[in-house]
């Protein structure tokens, strides 16, 4: 039968990555952020299901954890222009060994491998569903793994007019952009700022907790 349930999750087996169908609704509050039909079932427990067969993809969610990732479907295309644009200059020098921040069309990118995105312009909110919070990693980039990508590698696929997808990162990919957001913008909460979710005083050392938001 395609769909099918496992366990809480209604997958479908018809297209090359496993897909979401439905969540069963006792389980929907186990969920941060919910997914929804159309959701890609990418992997269990750092194990991609790419290339991977319905008995082989339920082997390995046998003998884990049942950790699966299951990632919005953000295939979209970047504007190719700015893409090409940032091809033609030399990789961005990076300060005291950090990596450097850029905007890609409408998402500002970490240049860490793979890329993390930092902030979003409003037209991101048009182009993916939802608008990606900052803290999303880039998953892959015209179809290929970004893991070990270079910003030229990223840039030359995008340029061609291939798309992205994006991965959730939880609190980690948080705490990165913005990390990486305070670095790039010297000055900016130089008394306090929010690091995630935690709202962080400089004053002392080490830094003391403000605020959490009760989401966190």
Known sequence: EDP????????????????????????LECFSHPPKDGYFVRGCCGVPFAGCSRSQILQIICGSNGALEICPPQWRKLE??????L?????????????????????????????????????????????????????????KPADAMTRQEVLEILKSGRGIHLRWTGLRGQFR????????????GAQAAW?????????????????????A
């Open 87 to 143: 091809t033609t200059c030399p990789n961005l020098p990076e300060d005291d060994g950090l990596p450097a921040v850029e905007w890609v069309g409408p998402l500002r990118l970490l240049w860490t491998q793979p890329p993390t995105v930092v902030d979003t312009l409003p037209q991101a909110g048009k182009m993916f569903d939802p608008k990606p919070p900052a803290g999303v990693a880039v998953h892959t980039v015209g179809g």
């Open 177 to 188: 952009a913005a990390a990486a957001l305070l670095l790039a913008e010297p000055g900016f």
């Open 195 to 215: 690091l995630g979710p935690v709202k962080l005083g400089w004053q002392t050392r080490p830094p003391w907790v403000m605020h959490v938001k009760p989401e």
């Open 80 to 85: 190719h222009a700015a893409a090409a644009l």
């Open 4 to 27: 099918e349930w496992i366990g809480p999750l209604r997958i479908s087996w018809s297209s090359p990555c496993p897909t979401l169908r439905e969540v069963h609704a006792d389980f």
